[in-house]
């Protein structure tokens, strides 16, 4: 059986995965790839909650305790729900980390996200509650995941200096990936924005699955845990 679960519209939170893996070694854990369903971010709150439901579903007739929502957009805009209609289940979002931006004290960040991350109220909250005398960009990036997922360079570079290409005089001085896709594109982020910052979750959501698991006196195991990847 397997203790996490872990879900995502398809490769992009492999990079959380790979987070977990380093930190807690010794869990099974079962990893959703729902490419089929890429983008999240360009779904309605009613197509999203019926792709994430279904998808929690098989992953508690898997067994799991703990599951790892990796994707920003399933986060802001389905994880309060889950946690009300699954109790029993511990879950941990992946949002984006406007907070170690601003407290690490950069002042012209830019946010990329998808359409359903930078519109959600959760994006909003976290950028009010956070923000003080930084500019905080919002960049939505409609079209972006779904050409990282399928590999897609010539469109991921013409996106991407679409939506960078006006901040190149702004001073900036980091980027927060608001989506766990955005993890395999930073060298092409780079090369249009120079020496900047780039800064994602992902570290942050393995430590806290792992604080979650000890809380709750759920993280044992002393031989390297099995993963599974269900592609769908």
Same mark, same amino acid.
């Given at each position: 059986?397997?203790?996490?679960?872990?879900?995502?519209?398809?490769?992009?939170?492999?990079?959380?995965?790979?987070?977990?893996?380093?930190? $807690?070694?010794?869990?099974? $854990?079962?990893?959703?790839?729902?490419?089929s369903n890429n983008p999240y971010g360009e779904k309605t709150d009613e197509e999203l909650w019926t792709i994430v439901s279904n998808i929690v579903e098989y992953l508690i007739d898997?067994? /799991?305790?703990?599951?790892? /929502? +990796?994707c920003n957009t399933a986060t802001t805009r389905c994880i309060k729900r889950l946690r009300e209609e699954y109790p029993e289940i511990i879950f941990i979002g992946t949002e984006p980390a406007i907070k170690v931006a601003t407290d690490n004290n950069?002042?012209?960040?830019?946010?990329?996200?998808?359409?359903?991350?930078i519109n959600s109220d959760r994006l909003h909250e976290l950028v009010n509650c956070n923000q003080s005398d930084e500019n905080i960009y919002l960049i939505e990036c409609s079209g972006l995941a779904n050409a990282i997922e399928n590999h897609d360079n010539d469109t991921i570079n013409s996106l991407l200096h679409?939506?960078?290409?006006?901040?190149?005089d702004k001073n900036i001085d980091s980027v927060v990936l608001g989506c766990t896709h955005y993890g395999y594109i930073k060298d092409q982020i780079l090369n249009i924005l120079g020496?900047?910052?780039?800064?994602?979750?992902?570290?942050?959501? +393995?430590?806290?699955?792992?604080?979650?698991?000890?809380?709750?006196?759920?993280?044992?195991?002393?031989?390297?845990?099995?993963?599974? $990847?269900?592609e769908r």
């Amino acid at each position: 059986m397997y203790k996490i679960g872990m879900f995502d519209s398809g490769i992009g939170g492999l990079n959380v995965l790979e987070e977990i893996k380093k930190l $807690i070694p010794n869990e099974n $854990i079962i990893y959703y790839q729902d490419s089929s369903n890429n983008p999240y971010g360009e779904k309605t709150d009613e197509e999203l909650w019926t792709i994430v439901s279904n998808i929690v579903e098989y992953l508690i007739d898997k067994g /799991v305790k703990e599951i790892i /929502v +990796a994707c920003n957009t399933a986060t802001t805009r389905c994880i309060k729900r889950l946690r009300e209609e699954y109790p029993e289940i511990i879950f941990i979002g992946t949002e984006p980390a406007i907070k170690v931006a601003t407290d690490n004290n950069y002042k012209n960040i830019i946010l990329l996200g998808t359409p359903g991350t930078i519109n959600s109220d959760r994006l909003h909250e976290l950028v009010n509650c956070n923000q003080s005398d930084e500019n905080i960009y919002l960049i939505e990036c409609s079209g972006l995941a779904n050409a990282i997922e399928n590999h897609d360079n010539d469109t991921i570079n013409s996106l991407l200096h679409n939506y960078l290409d006006e901040y190149k005089d702004k001073n900036i001085d980091s980027v927060v990936l608001g989506c766990t896709h955005y993890g395999y594109i930073k060298d092409q982020i780079l090369n249009i924005l120079g020496n900047i910052k780039l800064i994602d979750g992902n570290l942050g959501v +393995a430590k806290q699955a792992k604080r979650m698991l000890e809380e709750n006196n759920l993280l044992d195991g002393t031989e390297e845990g099995k993963i599974e $990847i269900v592609e769908r």
